[in-house]
RNA sequence: GGCCCCGUCGUCUAGCGGUUAGGAUCCAUGGUUUUCAUCCAUGUUACAGGAGUUCAAUUCUCCUCGGGGUCACCA
């Protein structure tokens, strides 16, 4: 027998389907889709909760609907108004905005106190006065005879005068028998059997407060979410949820259980297994495009595209083409991606960006030159600001392997030469008047390209690796070209 | 253990009965470059296993194995 309410709100569907032809606006009206958001406040965001918020946000975005965020901070033990705070910030960071005003489930105890009455007179659930010294005896029981714990109904239908001195909870009463369908957007129809998974599960503890899995149901009602995005972790509280939904006579929202992403090992990812912190991506130097892109992908894909904008994560998302199956966090894509995203930055955005890196280029006025030359050789905006600092920085000391390689032979006497034609020259601004500087030294000298290059760059930059020597003298400018070479001259000689 | 979900290159994935099983990343090699990086080209590597259904299974069904999630007066 499936559950009455799925066939209801079903058939509910189908009417407003056929509809939706005559009444078009009425349906999309109706029909507007609201995602939500809906974090416990025990710590920083987290990468996979950020990956479901991505996708309720684009899923909403694409519809013209709404993404909310609800804070679900009824356990005051475990809370704090700082991590509340950090994820505000986390998606200030990535710009990702909630719409309306953001709901806190603390705020809100008469209503759910009001619902918890409602059942209560209704008949649909009831006050259970055992102690919870009775209720570890029953499961020690239960298990010992190899039984499944649960709940043993033992107040459902009581009558008589309750027990002294016990704060009772309230049980919702469960149905006992029969199957509960999830329609599931990712894993299709999914089943459980009532006796396998239910019993009649506390709503409100000894003080009255509301447990999860009622105010998750109220709060979706009440907040009008109808498209819920979550982790798959949650798909076996789904049940429960649904029992609520239907003691309240509340409508159903679809349901897409996101799978899981993993660790290397293959669990979960948790807090331990480090940099799940979303802003510890900010630290690390990448870009929120970069993530987002790399988030995206991560049990989504959309053909064989991998570079998305939030125009195109917007336009092209859709949940039913979510993965099946947990995906383990690697980072060697961010890292592609996120070089990819510096890669083709404005340098404008750049300057920007890297003022939160120590970096000031504001008034620089080969900032152009500078970043052209280096935006592409960084996985990171900690390496391109480490990039920047090394070439506008006059080298202290020469890496001994490179003078090795670079100062054979007539070395000096070549640096020499190219230092008398850049103190000789007048006008020196672009890469270009170097590069002319370079040649007419090789011609001069019947040298290769490499025998100025090499101890020029050493001189420059005291190693053999690094952006073009033309470049980077535009950069540094005339002076300090000359400078950085006799430098060289003097301490290698 | 019960219940539920999942199983394609190392990793992220495409595939939706007939493909030389595709792309990306990583790695390797070559080219470009005064060097390194970028960029370009090439290459190595995958359908967990076994039965069925079918003319034909990566694709459908079942079983086995493997992995994961969840079983609170936590969310």
Redesign the pocket.
Known sequence: MKYPFNCISTLFYQHLTQNSLKFGNFYKRLHMVVTRF???P?GYLHIGGLRTALFSYLWAKKNGGKFVLRI????KA?NSEAATEAILKAFEWLGLEADGEITY?SQRDEIYAKYITQLLDEGKAYKCY???EE?TTL?ETQMAN?E????DGRYRDFEGTPPEG??P?IRIKAPLSGEIVVKDGV??D????AE??LDD??IA???G?P???F?VAVDDYLMGINEVIRG??????TPKQIVVYEALGFNIPAFYHV??I?NA????LSKRDGATDVMAYKEMGYTPEALLNFLV?????H??Q?IFSMEEMQRLFDPK?I??????Y?T??L??LN??YI?NMSNTELTELLTSYDIVLTSHDKKEILLDALK???KTLVQLAQLIKEVITTPSEYDAKAVKKAFKGNAIEILNAFGAKVSAAEELKLPHDYHLL?EAVVNEMEI???K???P??VALLGK????????VMAIIGKEETMLRIANAITALQ
């Open positions: 809906a974090p416990s025990t679900e901070d009824t356990d475990r489930q055992m102690s919870k209720l499961r190899k499944r714990t649960r709940y016990i704060e909870v894993k299709g999914i089943s459980f059997q396998d998974i599960f506390v503890r000894g003080d407060s447990t999860y899995n105010v798959d972790d949650h798909l076996s509280n799978p899981m993993h090992q293959g669990k979960k992908r991560l049990g989504w894909s053909g064989d991998e083409d993965n099946k199956s947990a995906s383990i690697s060697e894509k890292d592609w070089a990819h890669k592409e050789r960084a370079m290769g390209f490499g100025i290059g090499n020029l760059r053999m690796s690094g952006p073009g020597l033309d470049a």
